[in-house]
C-alpha cells in the first residue's frame, strides 16, 4: 500500500512543471479561470486583476463556467498530451468558488488520473480539505507572507472569514491559523504541500527564514520565494532585486528546497511554464499540437 502511495507521490512530483525543476520542459499544466472572488484584501492586489500570490497581474481575463472548463480541459489534454496538471490559480481565491469545487467534479469524472493542483491563500483550507480530498486534489500550494501576525497584519488589510470582516493583525491571526493547521491536515492526506512567499521589501524580507522554519516542521515539499510586484496600496514598495531575491531563497534553502524556476502565470496560463499558450496565437499553437 504505501509502496504504491509513495510511487505515485513519485510520479506527481517528477511529472509536475513546478513541483520539479526537471520537468518544467517536458510537461505542462493548465490553469482554470473558474474562481474569480477572494475572502481577503492582500495590500499588493488590484481586484480585477488576477491574484499576485500565484500569478502575474495582467488585464482581466475572461472567467469560464465549469462547464466551458471541462470542454478546454477535453481540447487541451487531447491537442497537448505533455499537459500533466489541472490547476486553479485565481483570479481570486479558488476556495472561496463554489466554482472550483463543480470544475473539478467535471474533469474528475472524465479524468480519473490527472493530476489537480490548487493556489489558496489558505484561509478556507481546514473546512474545504474534505471537499479537496474527495476530488483527488494531489499538490496544492498555500501562500504564506508572514507567520507573525503583526507582520501579516501589514500585507494583508482584511479577511472576511464566514460573512464577517477581520482587519490587520486580528485578520492575520485566524488566516494564519488555519494556513498552519490547513497544511498539517492536508499532509496528513498525503497532499504535496508547496508554500509561496511573496517578498516584500521593508516588511517581510527579515521574517521570510522564520517562515521557512514553520515549513519545515510541518513537512511542507518546496517554498517558491516570489518578488513583490509594486501596485495597490504597496505601489510605493519598490520590488526585491533578482539579487535580494536569490540570498533570501539560499538563506530559506537549509530548511525547505526552493523552488527557483516560478514564471508568475496567468490564471488562465496553459502549456508549458515557460511557453504561455493563452498568450499565443492559434498558428503558433497549432505548431506545438501533438
Ligand atoms: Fe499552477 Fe501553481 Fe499548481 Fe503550478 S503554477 S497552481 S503550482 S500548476 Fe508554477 Fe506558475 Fe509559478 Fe504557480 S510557475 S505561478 S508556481
Ligand atoms: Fe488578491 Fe490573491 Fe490576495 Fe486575494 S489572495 S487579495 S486575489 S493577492
Sequence with gaps: ENF?????????????????????????RMHLAVAPK??????????????VNENRPGVTMEILTPAEALEKVRQALSDYP???????????DPLANEETFEALRLVRQEFPNITFCMSTNGLMLPEKLPELVKLGVATLTVTINAVDPEIQGQICEYVNYHGKIYRGV???????????????????????????????PGINDGHVVEIAKAVREREVYIMNIMSLIPQGAF???????????????DACEPYV??????????????????????????ERRNLIKI
Excluded at 491571526?173 to 499532509?187: M, W, Y
Excluded at 528546497?257 to 492559434?282: F, K, L, N, P, T
Design 170 to 200: 486580528e485578520g492575520a491571526r485566524i488566516q494564519i491559523k488555519n494556513q498552519l493547521d490547513g497544511i498539517e491536515a492536508a499532509v496528513r492526506e498525503g497532499i504535496v504541500i508547496k508554500v509561496n512567499t511573496v517578498l516584500v
Design 4 to 28: 504504491t502511495f509513495d510511487r505515485d507521490r513519485y510520479r506527481i512530483i517528477a511529472e509536475h512543471p513546478c513541483y520539479s525543476e526537471n520537468a518544467r520542459h517536458r510537461f505542462g
Design 82 to 92: 505533455f499537459i500533466k496538471v489541472i490547476g486553479v490559480a485565481g483570479p481570486g
Design 235 to 249: 505601489a510605493h514598495i519598490r520590488a526585491p532585486t533578482p539579487e535580494e531575491r536569490q540570498a533570501t531563497q
Design 257 to 282: 528546497r526552493q523552488m527557483r524556476h516560478c514564471r508568475q502565470c496567468r490564471a488562465d496560463a496553459y502549456g508549458y511554464i515557460d511557453q504561455d499558450m493563452s498568450q499565443m496565437s492559434e
Design 38 to 51: 477572494c475572502n481577503i484584501q492582500c495590500n499588493f492586489c488590484v481586484r480585477d486583476f488576477a491574484c
